[in-house]
């Protein structure tokens, strides 16, 4: 009987060092959570950021070509002033 108590004994501590890794492995997965959880919120705002800039190029871009456009048609005025002088 003391060689089954002493087994008992033995698996209940077993079973206590499953329940204490169990424990600490579930707080590291909760940890584990929370850092993906700020990266996502990281790479939502980087996201942010490279769609404010892919806006910002192409608003750029349609302001140099109406700018073009603009320059195109002051030089043909410009001309056409000088043609009628002459």
Known sequence: MTDL?????RMLGKVDAIMILQTEHSQRLDDLSRRVALVEQGVTATKDVVEA??????????????????????????????????
């Open 53 to 86: 800039w892919s806006a910002a190029k192409y608003s750029l871009r349609l302001v140099q070509r109406i700018a073009g456009f603009a320059a195109a048609i002051a030089g043909l005025v410009a001309a056409a002033k000088g043609w009628l002088h002459r």
């Open 5 to 9: 108590n002493a087994k008992l004994d």
